[in-house]
């Protein structure tokens, strides 16, 4: 397993590579350079002095996430092909920086969502990511945007990004025509034309479930099952198509069993990478984000790292969310200290399933 923390970069996060480096067991970073549109080409000049910043800092950048994927290629439309060669020019130059491993989603226009993103927990006067679908009621998706984006601590939000929601009514107005079969096709068309050269270059591509897991404002999302993930593998089948096992995202439906998800794709040799969370389901539909303690959330986290551990043990691996505690001030979800606690009981799991393996 290789321990990494996502990092925004310089003058983006509240993080520094120093605090992060000060982290016991964790040797890397997910990645993000998110001053670059979904479908513009990634520079390579950028991100070479991206990487040699972050290996200055003694630490390893061979995951990057969010290589946004432009709504053209979703929906099909002709300028798709534009924006895929783009796409492609970008797969060439992160390996050419030893990137391994692209982190990426083929949500319809929302990444993710929450209905409140400063949720106090009662038990301890923390606060964290938060969802009721019954607060979705009567709220349209714009204002939904408006609300997050009062409420990021003035940070932008992966997937929240203003230049791609700009003109979000009439992307919504376009996925009218969109159902899951056809977002389905748009997939494997766009699979079939970057998974070669990702087989050329020695990229792999880790699809991250949707957040959450079920439809929203009718929008198709054909990644929220161990079912969806079958086909999705299946579009293009190569070991460069795999999933990023993230288990928030798909634990937010209880239906989930997150253990065996991971045995299932592990054994396959299709997890490329592994966001790590617990949630606390309060609910239909309802859950807040918790610490990654086991008995402070929904998910068991012992059985999560022994699947991980039995089956994919080589994969990076990173703790997704965490809880804004001790007064700090960041963007909502990534702060330093919860999610450094978050890996040093994550790591404390590893070591006690390895050892108890080897007893």
């Not at 998974?195 to 929008?219: K, N, Q, R, S, Y």
Request: net charge negative.
């Amino acid at each position: 397993m290789k321990m990494t923390f996502r990092w925004f970069g310089e003058g983006r996060d509240s993080v520094s590579l120093k605090q992060i480096k000060q982290i016991p067991g964790c040797t890397g970073l997910m990645g993000v350079l998110d001053q670059y549109a979904a479908g513009e080409e990634w520079p390579l000049e950028v991100i070479q002095d991206y990487v040699k910043h972050v290996h200055e800092a003694g630490l390893e950048a061979e995951v990057i996430e969010s290589v946004n994927i432009h709504e053209d290629i979703k929906l099909g439309k002709p300028s798709r092909d534009r924006y895929i060669e783009n796409y492609i020019k970008t797969i060439k130059s992160l390996a050419q920086c030893s990137v391994k491993v692209i982190v990426y989603n083929f949500m319809p226009v929302f990444d993710w969502l929450r209905t409140d993103l400063a949720h106090v927990i009662p038990e301890d006067g923390s606060n964290s990511l938060y969802f009721d679908e019954a607060e979705l009621a009567g709220m349209t998706p714009i204002q939904i945007v408006e609300n997050t984006a009062k409420s990021s601590n003035g940070f932008s939000l992966p997937g929240w990004e203003p230049e791609r929601l700009a003109e979000l009514q009439s992307v919504l107005e376009q996925y009218q025509s969109i159902d899951e079969q056809k977002l389905r096709e748009n997939y494997k068309y766009f699979l079939d034309a970057i998974i070669p050269t990702c087989e050329e270059v020695g990229i792999v591509m880790a699809c991250h479930p949707d957040d959450p897991a079920w439809p929203i404002f009718g929008l198709p999302r054909i990644a929220h099952s161990q079912a969806d993930f079958d086909k999705i593998v299946k579009l293009h089948d190569s070991p460069s198509n795999t999933v990023c096992l993230c288990t928030g995202s798909l634990g937010s439906d209880p239906a989930n069993d997150i253990p065996s998800i991971i045995r299932h794709f592990g054994k396959m040799n299709r997890i490329g990478c592994a966001h790590v969370r617990n949630i606390k389901f309060l609910g239909h539909h309802k859950f807040r984000e918790s610490s990654h303690l086991s008995s402070d959330g929904s998910l068991d986290m012992y059985e999560i790292m022994k699947a991980l551990y039995e089956t994919c043990p080589d994969t990076y691996v990173r703790p997704d969310h965490g809880r804004m505690i001790w007064d700090e001030v960041g963007r909502p979800g990534y702060g330093l200290y919860d999610r450094a606690l978050g890996i040093a009981y994550l790591n404390g799991l590893w070591e006690a399933i390895d050892k108890n393996a080897k007893a």
